[in-house]
């Protein structure tokens, strides 16, 4: 394997498919050449082919019409969330459309990234491409590796309206136009102490970008217009997950690094960027699934952290709720579902818990008496 190439995702057919459980926090790359910061002009697909493309694909792409509701509502006991305060109502789960005439399939293969977006629907990224769902649960198919040519990425983040931002191999970001199947360079974060570039995370807010760099200890700042900002330093740990908070013009940034979450404060204003640490989140063992604290992605929900924490148990995950300003302890809930791989918020009080091959749509009732 080359340097660089850990987090890498090879999108190979089914047969080759190792079935790694990411837990939620999908790391991917690209091998690419070099690109200046500012440069935003559309990348021409370096391959009109699927990689992975099959007669199966082709058809899926033909078929999706987007206005079928691809939601079975059919129940599962097999998932579930348990709450102290809250109940919650098992909607159904998402199927692609031309999953729909198929008992018991989801059409998803080896999913990757389950990403809110902000007209509220989501999407689903998997070994054949990208699946969007309105809030009404109209499908559309897009064959976003045909856009990405040989490309595969680290990470990825809700942009702008309509568009996803990907982290790819050596720190290139590139911008995807989900409407239009057009890819645009970005920026690139650049290698520090002479260290090969291993994105971690994206993450986007009030008119800034950040990605986390955890072989250079660095994390990188970009306007959204791709203009490179600042590199700031986290020498003291190996920057993964980020989040970011702001409120009334106050900013912070909230990274995982190993075993811990920390939260740094934003200061000054474009290439003046600086970042200081204010809070080591401590977490108290009470409050955790079997006393175990092992964070993976992290997300901010108004005044609040959320922070998945993964068990021992394959099929359960642990979902904190912390204050996003001295990390105490608010609420927790553990989601059930066989091989989960991630649990995301999603706009209307739903929640969705994903696997390999399915994606789970939940939304928050009353609360218990």
């Given amino acids: 394997m080359a340097p660089g190439d850990e987090g890498c995702h090879e999108f190979t057919p089914l047969t080759e498919a190792t079935g790694t459980d990411t837990s939620g926090d999908s790391v991917v790359n690209k091998e690419d050449g070099e690109m200046t910061p500012e440069d935003n ?97 109209h499908y559309r198919f897009i064959d976003l590796y045909s856009a990405l040519g040989d490309s595969c990425y680290i990470c990825v983040a809700d942009f702008t309206d309509g568009k996803l931002l990907f982290g790819l191999k050596w720190g290139k970001l590139v911008s995807f136009d989900i409407a239009n199947k057009q890819i645009n360079n970005f920026g690139s974060v650049t290698p520090a102490k ?11 807010n009030s008119g800034f970008v950040f990605a986390s760099d955890h072989s250079g200890k660095t994390i990188s700042v970009f306007d959204h217009e791709g203009v490179y900002l600042k590199r700031l330093d986290a020498t003291s740990i190996q920057p993964g997950s980020l989040a970011l908070h702001v409120r009334e013009g ?25 970042m200081k640490q204010t809070h080591h989140f401590d977490i108290d063992k009470e409050t955790l699934e079997f006393k175990r604290f092992k964070p993976g992605h992290i997300s901010v929900q108004e005044d609040k952290l959320l922070v998945v924490n993964h068990l021992k148990d394959p099929g359960l995950l642990q979902l904190l709720q912390l204050n996003v300003y001295n990390g105490a302890f608010m609420h927790s809930i553990i989601a059930k579902a066989p091989g989960i791989r991630g649990v995301k918020f999603i706009s209307g009080d739903r929640i969705v818990l994903y696997s390999r091959d399915s994606v789970h749509v939940l939304k928050k009732g009353d609360a218990k008496q």
């Avoid at 987007?66 to 998932?79: I, N």
């Avoid at 018991?104 to 977006?117: P, T, Y």
């Avoid at 002479?194 to 986007?204: H, P, S």
């Avoid at 990274?255 to 474009?270: A, M, N, P």
């Fill in 41 to 137: 002009t559309p990348l021409m697909a370096e391959t009109s082919v699927d990689p992975i493309a099959s007669e199966g694909h082709q058809d899926e792409t033909k078929m999706a019409t987007g206005d079928k509701v691809c939601l079975k509502k059919q129940g599962s006991r097999e998932v579930d969330i348990t709450d102290q305060e809250f109940i919650w109502n098992y909607l159904g789960q998402l199927i692609t459309e031309p999953a729909l005439e198929v008992n018991n399939m989801s059409g998803f293969r080896d999913i990757k990234d389950v990403i809110s977006i902000q007209d509220g629907g989501v999407v689903v990224i998997d070994l054949n491409g990208l699946h969007r769902f309105t809030v009404e649960y």
């Fill in 194 to 204: 002479d260290k090969i570039v291993r994105l971690n995370g994206i993450a986007v």
């Fill in 250 to 274: 106050a900013q912070s940034v909230f990274v995982t690094s190993g075993l811990v979450v920390k939260k740094y404060h934003i200061s000054g204003d474009k290439k003046q960027t600086k």
